[in-house]
């Protein structure tokens, strides 16, 4: 049986190039036993108003520029000061921080909001994650589960 | 007072990036620059030569907040030229996609943009502080339009659903009953919403010469067919819209200026135009809405266009239900067509106003020529005409005040910078 997760997973970003990385690393999460987390993909930050009801935690991965070589990656918990600085994408000015402190006003916002970014390099149509991007995808997703302890699916653990 | 000029670096809360100039000789306004300088982005050039089936879901890319629009008056002008006509269901769901188009825009722009201008708030943000259930509100509403949008167009952005005849897929009876139960409490929230901005104090401002200009239809409230009618009378047909509206390049925008020929004057696309001019084919609703918050027959207020789109979100939720309810469409979901070299037009109902689609096809399918002329820089030059006048209304010493108040009047007209060529900035010069 299903139990009602209260975290939530969203990946922020699009098909085109790095941008994918918020995406990638939802994705090896949902690989994960989905049991123990909900996980999102958005186009755009104002898409987490919709699945923060009744959340307790929220992670967020996203693309940044700003913070770091091209393939590191950082996490930041809210609120932050930093994040106000970093190149943050959304429509009509909705960026991920005005969407997190719209989400507080509104009462909506998990308790816990941790934040993890990967510094990218090209966003091209067509294009595939850079090799480091990948890299950090991969190692930042796995931080995410065992910092949440989300166990691998039972199969896969079985075969381990 | 001396000579002066007054410039907003950023105007917030539109969608692109541009600016403001103002330059004062005194109490006179010497010159008004509303400056795109977003660089062109040459759509019509990427077209040439690919196949037309591309169009579609290229021209959608033109914008994250009217997609839907682009591809209609793409695949109508392509249709055109390809002689094909569309099913009745194919039509009405076609409609559905645009309510749901103008629901989200609306929605967002209504709550979270202009809304903020009359109550005294710099953000949606600082508004939510106090008006949180109005906030949430708009934030439904948009999602509705958004989950429109996703179930008829396979994503709520940048659709992908659309085609050339038709549509790739029909939805199903239950993805569309689905929807009823939020459109339902949307409807009333959108009645609720209307009869708040209409309670706004708006300034006493009126443009004066304007000329209204929108789609009409004698059957529908316009969004996908008909002839281009004017507060001053004339109807022209979508035929002849090049000869009627002419394009020009003015140095301080990298969009293209718009005037009619025969007038040699700017006029105003939107949904101020489309209510003045249709308020008769408004849902009942929203018509009823329209008499019970004393809207005038012929609107000249720019500032009350937030009450034109209340009153389009109450007819877009009305005939959205109508549909949803209704039997769900059978048979197939496009018409076949055999390539042949043509011509074909269409315009049709953006948020913002009416989007002109032109293409040339080849007998191999391919796009000759495409020729796109979006609403926001069709209306750039009224505009400038309208912050000139508004200017003498509020021009005060405090710099900072002014350019406030003639960003409110910018966002009025919710302008869609990215689509005509993105931020706006507001200069103001006292020489």
Same mark, same amino acid.
């Given at each position: 049986m299903k139990h009602h997760s209260q975290i939530l997973i969203t990946g922020i970003g699009s098909?085109?190039? !790095? !941008?994918?990385?918020?995406?990638?690393i939802a994705k090896q999460i949902q690989n994960r036993d989905s049991d123990f987390v909900d996980v999102h993909l958005a186009r755009t930050p104002d898409d987490l108003l919709d699945w923060m009801e009744g959340m307790?935690?929220?992670?967020?991965? #996203?693309?940044?520029?700003?913070?770091? #070589?091209?393939?590191?990656?950082h996490h930041w918990e809210w609120p932050s000061d930093q994040l106000e600085t970093m190149k943050w994408s959304g429509t009509h000015n909705i960026s991920l921080p005005t969407v997190l402190a719209l989400a507080e006003e509104l009462g909506r916002l998990p308790t816990s909001v941790r934040i993890w970014g990967v510094e990218i390099e090209q966003t091209q149509a067509g294009r595939s994650l850079s090799e480091s991007v990948e890299a950090a995808a991969v190692v930042v997703a796995e931080t995410i589960c065992q910092a949440l302890s989300i166990p691998r699916k039972k199969a896969e653990s079985h075969h381990a | 007072m001396s000579n002066r000029t007054i410039k907003v670096e950023t105007l917030t809360r539109v969608e692109g990036e541009g600016g403001l100039y103002i330059r004062l000789n005194g109490e006179a306004v010497d010159e008004v620059r509303l400056e795109i300088y977003e660089p062109p982005r040459l759509f019509e050039a990427l077209l040439r030569g690919r196949p037309l089936e591309d169009t579609p879901d290229i021209t959608a890319r033109i914008c994250g907040i009217c997609p839907v629009a682009y591809q209609m008056s793409s695949v109508h002008a392509l249709e055109a030229a390809l002689e094909v006509t569309v099913s009745p269901e194919v039509r009405r769901l076609r409609r559905l996609l645009y309510c749901g188009e103008w629901i989200e825009s609306h929605g967002l722009h209504m709550h979270l943009l202009h809304a903020p201008d009359f109550l005294g708030f710099d953000s949606g943000l600082?508004?939510?502080?106090e008006f949180p259930d109005e906030v949430n509100r708009g934030l439904r509403l948009k999602k509705h339009g958004n989950q429109l949008v996703d179930m008829l167009g396979g994503r709520a952005i940048h659709p992908i659903n659309v085609c050339v005849g038709g549509f790739y897929r029909l939805p199903k009876?239950?993805?569309?009953?689905?929807?009823?139960?939020?459109?339902?409490?949307?409807l009333n929230a959108a009645?609720?919403?209307?009869?708040w901005v209409a309670s706004f104090e708006f300034p006493d401002f009126e443009s004066t010469d304007c000329e209204y200009i929108s789609l009409s239809h004698p059957d529908e409230y316009p969004m996908n067919a008909g002839v281009m009618k004017t507060s001053s009378g004339d109807l022209i047909e979508v035929g002849n819209y090049e000869a009627e509206f002419e394009e020009r390049q003015v140095p301080h925008s990298t969009a293209l200026h718009a005037i009619r020929n025969s007038t040699g004057r700017p006029y105003l696309l939107g949904p101020l135009s489309r209510v003045n001019l249709n308020r008769d084919k408004l849902s009942s609703t929203a018509r009823k809405l329209a008499d019970e918050v004393k809207l005038e027959p012929l609107c000249r207020n720019p500032h009350k266009s937030i009450i034109a789109r209340g009153l389009e979100i109450i007819h877009a939720y009305e005939e959205a239900l109508m549909i949803l309810r209704d039997e769900p469409p059978k048979g197939k979901s496009r018409e076949s067509y055999e390539y042949?070299?043509?011509e074909g037009m269409s315009a049709t109902e953006a948020p913002r106003g009416t989007l002109f689609h032109r293409y040339i096809v080849d007998d191999d399918g391919k796009i000759v020529e495409a020729c796109i002329i979006p609403p926001t820089s069709q209306n750039q030059a009224q505009i400038e005409a309208d912050l000139k006048q508004w200017i003498s209304h509020v021009i005060s010493n405090d710099e900072q005040e002014t350019a406030r108040k003639c960003e409110n009047l910018v966002r009025a007209y919710d302008p869609c910078i990215s689509c005509s060529t993105h931020f706006l900035n507001v200069k103001i010069e006292r020489t």
């Open positions: 098909p085109h190039g !790095d !941008d994918q990385v918020g995406w990638e307790k935690q929220l992670v967020i991965c #996203d693309a940044c520029q700003g913070a770091g #070589d091209v393939g590191s990656y | 600082e508004m939510a502080k009876r239950k993805e569309l009953q689905n929807l009823i139960s939020d459109f339902e409490w949307g009645v609720e919403t209307t009869r042949r070299a043509g």
